[in-house]
């Protein structure tokens, strides 16, 4: 079996001091059950920024602005097949979601609730980048 590489953008997205999260459908082949960040996979000749914004559109039915990179990573999906991730800290336009199927919930979050929610693998990498005072002092920063 060949070995591939999936390249994914995820948005930190903010609105009012909140990140929303969404919680993936139980049914799911990878984090079956567990709250992450919106975001999917870029499709070929697709622009990093154009992918996330067609992902979030598409997952959440929001309209963002993309600020910058905030990190990356990479995992192993399984024996096979590896996933480098590029994380984004974006702005909401509004607050207004409408979930895709993908995802059976979300909640607009504050860091405490972040950490007790979001899969600990995702909270140890963005504690490894110090995301948290880049996403949570962001007024300070805009």
């Given at each position: 079996?060949e070995?591939?590489?999936?390249?994914?953008v995820?948005g930190?997205i903010?609105?009012n001091?909140?990140?929303?999260i969404?919680?993936r459908?139980d049914?799911?082949?990878v984090?079956a059950?567990n709250?992450e960040f919106?975001?999917g996979?870029?499709?070929?000749?697709e622009?990093?920024?154009?992918?996330?914004?067609r992902e979030?559109k598409?997952?959440v039915?929001?309209e963002i602005t993309?600020d910058?990179?905030l990190?990356s990573?990479t995992?192993?999906?399984?024996?096979?097949?590896?996933a480098?991730?590029l994380?984004?800290?974006?702005y909401?336009?509004?607050?207004?979601?409408k979930?895709s199927?993908e995802h059976?919930?979300y909640?607009?979050?504050?860091?405490?609730?972040?950490?007790?929610?979001?899969?600990?693998?995702?909270?140890?990498?963005?504690?490894?980048y110090?995301?948290?005072?880049?996403?949570?002092?962001?007024?300070?920063?805009q």
């Amino acid at each position: 079996m060949e070995n591939t590489i999936v390249v994914i953008v995820k948005g930190i997205i903010l609105y009012n001091d909140r990140v929303l999260i969404v919680k993936r459908n139980d049914n799911d082949e990878v984090g079956a059950g567990n709250w992450e960040f919106v975001g999917g996979n870029i499709e070929f000749g697709e622009e990093l920024e154009q992918a996330l914004g067609r992902e979030v559109k598409e997952e959440v039915n929001l309209e963002i602005t993309i600020d910058k990179i905030l990190y990356s990573t990479t995992f192993k999906t399984n024996s096979t097949s590896q996933a480098i991730i590029l994380v984004y800290k974006c702005y909401a336009k509004d607050d207004k979601v409408k979930l895709s199927e993908e995802h059976v919930n979300y909640k607009w979050v504050s860091e405490k609730e972040l950490r007790d929610l979001v899969f600990i693998d995702i909270l140890k990498d963005m504690d490894k980048y110090n995301v948290f005072p880049l996403i949570f002092d962001y007024k300070r920063n805009q």
